[in-house]
């Protein structure tokens, strides 16, 4: 999916909120300078994430490593494991654990500060537990269950931090209802924002779970052309992925593999894309 003109606005958006507590001005303007240029092209090829990917090395040049997002990403692991026994909970006492876990894990892509600029609790609450039933479709649901009682293996494609206690809750699930399927997580090669990578895959127990891979960049997604020979092999080898938020769905929407994905429609042209509402769930099948 190359960048459009909302997404432009996004991306603007999210790299002017990166250096707001930069001090050296100069700096600052010339970076958002460079942004703005790489931006200005009537025709962008890249997707969204891979201008994202640019943008944080372009960064890293003016002003050293970003690190601003490591608290962040140990704070939102840290209170989703917390989370973890309640949305536990709530999926063994529904009549369908792997519908409830599904919608938690869709809940849980409202982690993520690049879209959103900020993360309100009563509105995550509210998601995690109250919200989910528009989301789930009955005939992807039901293609989705068909796909995995035939199937040999999983990839499961992460997003956020955070967001990864309830994927890992999500496996947990489909470990049980389907315990013939063999699960490969795919983690962001490199730090990229509030992205999970095998640190936050260790922190929160997601490498007890199942095996756990970097895709070898730090594109907020997965573009196949780039990412490592090993992640590309494993995803095309996959009998069905699952791929998380919509970063994922940027990158890899028409690839004509078995994906299904899983997001909330966080931006304007995700709700006029899918005809759908502010935050709400999504289980789409790539077709």
Known sequence: MRTGKYCRECLLR???RKVEQEQNWEKKQLFLDQVRAALRDEDLELSPPEYLAEFTELYERHFGAQTAFDPLKRHFNELMLKKEPEIRKRIEASEDPVATAIQAAQAGNYIDYIALGEIDGDQLEQLLFQNGEKGLKPEVYDSFKADLSSAKNLVYITDNCGEIVVDKVLIQELKKFYPQVDVTV?????GVANDASM????????SDEARVIGNGTRIAGTSLNRISREAKEIIGRAD??????????ETLSGCGLNVYYLFL???DY??????GEYLQHMFIKEM
């Open 270 to 275: 995700f709700v006029k894309r899918f005809e």
């Open 240 to 249: 069905v992925i699952i791929a998380k938020g919509q970063g994922n769905y």
């Open 265 to 267: 429609c966080k931006c």
């Open 199 to 206: 640190e936050d895959a260790v922190q929160v127990g997601l």
């Open 14 to 16: 999210s790299e002017e």
């Open 186 to 190: 795919i983690v962001r090669g490199a």
